[in-house]
């Protein structure tokens, strides 16, 4: 009897271990999963963002090198007073005193399609295919249901169905009104962005000093590396330093913009390492402003409205850059006139 009730015993642990459902993915490969999405996505910023930057950083000499041989309207700055602290008024050279609009326009053509600079188009399919992970093989209804959500064409024939808390969902009213309820991230973003590129287009070239072993250009591309670096460390402190008010930061920016404006038209800061602490100031204000702001939105927006709302957020730096480059430029122009 017992070893009958011994085997029986031993038939039903058996029977156990063949109906127990295999275990989820573990928590490591969750883990493996979320690193690889986050150098995926580091790496596509990154290949957005190089060329980018490396234009604007190297603007001064790239629009210096193509001067044309018949070109006439290079100023070699003359024997002009020098102010107290040593710097020029103006000192603009041949990107400056060029027919207006003429080397700005090559510069806007080449901000519109850097990729004719550098070109990283081959790593962002490999990051896509090979690092991010795809969310349907997350998604916890089972193998059944992802491996149908893999086999949806990628062009479809008819409408598909649209889900409760996606945006294209939403109705024209529903997205006016969302519309307006972000106008208070919006215009903060849009002034921030329209200060900082004011003065990175219109006053960097002009902020020349001549008490320092730098060159113009080598100014030039310090101001553009000191901004660029406050951006990349206000974007990353948004775990440590969290800003609910971003009209707070587009009124400092602003006082930047009034502060370097006033510099460059009476010449009283002494030293170039005060404008650097400056430059670097104003790279932390736009890129606090740019996360904080993003960041606000996704918490404060319901899901139904939120895909929506980041999107149509975006338009703010692109619509301050735009502002800002069409009355730099002509600010520009009429300050080295003024040499």
Request: hydrophobic residues 40%; charged residues 15%.
């Amino acid at each position: 009897m017992g070893g009958c009730a011994g085997s029986r015993r031993r038939f039903s642990d058996s029977e156990g271990e063949e109906t127990v459902p295999e275990p989820r993915l573990p928590l490591l490969d969750h883990q493996g999963a979320h690193w690889k999405n986050a150098v995926g996505f580091w790496l596509l910023g990154l290949c957005n963002n190089f060329s980018y930057v490396v234009m604007l950083s190297a603007a001064h000499d790239i629009l210096s090198h193509k001067r044309t041989s018949g070109n006439q309207s290079h100023v070699d700055p003359g024997p002009t007073p020098i102010p107290h602290n040593s710097s020029s008024r103006f000192d603009c050279n041949s990107v400056s005193t060029a027919p207006p609009g003429s080397r700005q326009w090559d510069l806007c053509c080449w901000k519109l399609c850097p990729g004719c600079l550098f070109s990283f188009c081959g790593d962002q399919p490999v990051c896509y295919f090979l690092l991010l992970t795809s969310p349907e093989a997350q998604d916890p209804g089972g193998e059944e249901e992802a491996e149908s959500a893999a086999r949806q064409p990628l062009i479809r024939t008819e409408a598909p169905e649209s889900k409760p808390g996606s945006s294209s969902s939403l109705s024209l009213r529903e997205r006016w009104t969302v519309f307006k309820g972000l106008l208070w991230y919006i215009v903060p973003l849009v002034v921030v962005y329209f200060a900082e590129y004011f003065i990175n287009q219109g006053l960097f070239e002009l902020l020349f000093f001549r008490n320092t072993s730098l060159s113009h250009a080598q100014q030039y591309r310090w101001y553009q590396m000191l901004y660029q670096a406050g951006v990349f460390a206000s974007r990353s402190s948004l775990r440590c330093c969290r800003i609910r008010f971003t009209w707070a930061l587009a009124l400092l920016q602003c006082l930047n913009l009034v502060f370097l404006l006033a510099d460059v038209w009476f010449s009283f800061l002494p030293s170039i390492y005060l404008v650097f602490l400056i430059i670097l100031y104003e790279g932390l204000l736009g890129g606090a402003a740019y996360v904080n702001t993003f960041h606000n939105i996704a918490l404060e927006t319901s899901d139904e409205h939120r895909e929506f709302a980041m999107a149509a957020t975006c338009i703010s730096d692109t619509l301050g850059i735009s502002l800002s480059g069409l009355l730099a430029l002509p600010l520009h122009d009429f300050l080295c006139q003024l040499s």
